[in-house]
């Protein structure tokens, strides 16, 4: 059973930077394994998709509003990722969630296809 665990959370000031990392465990094969952040505000009904990555090609994707302000990177050997925010507004105040599937991909649109999920750690952003 794949367990996440998530740290890195906290206030920070409008233009600050946070950075959350999350381990995977219980990852039992070498075959695809996707890892990524998803992020829910007050008054939203979904999670909306934040960075993912393929833990074995490394490749990435991020939602349009990141617009190179996070960087999402891994530490293959502590199957640890991380999310790098800088630049960091009040709009991206919400829980952020790590969220894990095996296979090819963890679509950023589609959080329902996920098994696996941190507990949620919280990001505020004061202004």
């Known amino acids: 059973q794949v367990q996440l665990e998530e740290s890195g959370g906290g206030e920070v000031q409008a233009g600050g930077s946070l950075t959350l990392s999350c381990t995977a465990s219980?990852?039992?094969?070498?075959?695809?394994?996707?890892m990524g952040w998803w992020r829910k505000a007050v008054g939203q009904r979904e999670r909306e998709g934040v960075a993912?990555?393929?833990?074995?090609?490394?490749?990435?994707s991020y939602a349009s509003f990141v617009q190179d302000r996070f960087t999402i990177y891994q530490d293959t050997a502590k199957k640890t990722i991380y999310l790098q925010m800088n630049d960091l507004r009040p709009e991206d105040t919400a829980l952020y969630y790590c969220?894990?599937?095996?296979?090819?991909?963890?679509?950023?649109?589609?959080?329902?296809?996920?098994?696996?999920w941190g507990q949620g750690i919280q990001v505020t952003v004061s202004s």
């Open positions: 969220g894990a599937d095996y296979g090819g991909s963890c679509p950023l649109s589609r959080p329902g296809w996920l098994n696996y």
């Open positions: 219980g990852w039992t094969t070498n075959s695809g394994f996707c």
């Open positions: 993912n990555m393929q833990m074995i090609s490394g490749s990435t």
